[in-house]
């Protein structure tokens, strides 16, 4: 077992937006990607985001008419986009003919990926009290808290920050690449991941869990929350405390699941969708829709359960409706 340092810096290492240290000039940006500016060329870039994890100072890029005025109206500064059009006040655009092309060729200049040469990365930071098991294999800038034990064949990508008195057990895998891509003639473009994995205090994370890291933000896990064996939780998706989420959960990428909600096991839901404080989905159910705090959901789309458990005896009803109609 491994037990690094008695005295810890516990401030985060990982990053919620992907930051550029030192700053960018608008001028020299674009001149790496090669594309026309309108906006101050001294103007400091700070960081690179895509459209959910984007604050003031940040490049974030559109590419299509639909999400134009998103991005337009984001809190990004910086808007990298493949039609010419008004700039707003207080921002600066960028022209490019492949807004997701130049994005992703950024993200990578200024985030390289590099093959792990051994077990341990960099900057790996385990408090005294924490137990590892010898084959947890652990990245770069990774942080693991008091009292937190993982157990064998865990593998801990790049930028991982686990809280105190966690427990992560066998196989499971925390800081895999974003399932995002973009759509090309005769393919599909792998979008480069530079997130990163915050788990919070007394969270427990069952056998052969995967967890992946935010594309450009994090991906966040609330303190308290109990994590059965076979979920999946994908990219940039936000956990509040205390939930409760069965086996064989999934889990798409952005999705904001609120306090205290229960899923039971083979729950699936799909990206961009909320689910309220105190919420609870029975077993089996897909969620397609928001769904409001404090309730039960059961079905396939989930809706109320008591509505969908009355749907289900009239539809068992139907036969004998039919029979006494002579249909």
């Known amino acids: 077992m491994e037990k690094n340092g008695s005295e810890v810096d516990w401030t985060p290492c990982y990053l919620r937006r992907m930051k550029l240290h030192p700053a960018q000039r608008l001028s020299d940006l674009a001149a790496l990607i090669r594309c026309e500016f309108e906006g101050d060329p001294d103007s400091l870039i700070t960081g690179i985001n895509e459209i959910h994890k984007v604050g003031a100072g940040d490049l974030v890029f559109v590419d299509h008419p639909k999400y134009y005025d998103k991005a337009l109206q984001s809190a990004a500064t910086f808007v990298l986009i493949n039609q010419r059009v008004p700039c707003p006040p207080g921002k600066a655009l960028l022209f490019s003919d ?186 089996q159910s897909g969620v397609m829709n928001d769904l409001e705090p404090g309730k039960k959901y059961f079905g396939s789309p989930a809706e109320e359960a008591r509505s969908k458990f009355k749907e289900l005896a009239m539809v068992r009803k139907l036969p004998v409706i039919i029979e006494k109609l002579d249909l």
């Not at 960099?122 to 770069?140: E, F, L, N, W, Y």
């Not at 788990?199 to 059965?228: F, M, N, P, Q, Y």
Request: charged share 20%; net charge negative; with cysteine.
């Open 98 to 283: 492949d807004p997701c092309r130049d994005f992703n060729a950024l993200n990578r200049h200024f985030s390289p990926w590099k093959m792990q040469d051994d077990m341990r990365g960099t900057d790996v930071r385990i408090a005294a009290t924490a137990i590892v098991h010898p084959t947890v294999c652990i990245g770069s800038r990774v942080t693991v808290g008091e009292n937190t034990v993982i157990h064998p064949g865990v593998v801990i990508y790049d930028d991982v920050h686990i809280g105190q008195d966690c427990i992560i057990h066998a196989n499971t895998v925390l800081g895999s690449d974003a399932f995002y891509y973009k759509a090309r003639t005769g393919g599909r473009e792998k979008m480069h991941t530079c997130g990163s994995v915050e788990i919070g205090d007394r969270v427990e994370i069952g056998a052969s869990c995967t967890i992946d890291r935010g594309l450009t933000g994090d991906t966040r896990i609330g303190e308290g929350t109990k994590i059965d064996n076979h979920v999946h939780i994908g990219h940039d998706t936000v956990i509040g405390k205390n939930c409760l989420f069965a086996a064989q959960v999934g889990i798409a990428g952005c999705v904001v699941i609120e306090d205290d909600v229960i899923l039971w096991g083979q729950v699936g839901v799909p990206s961009d969708i909320l689910i309220g404080k105190g919420a609870v989905v029975l077993g």
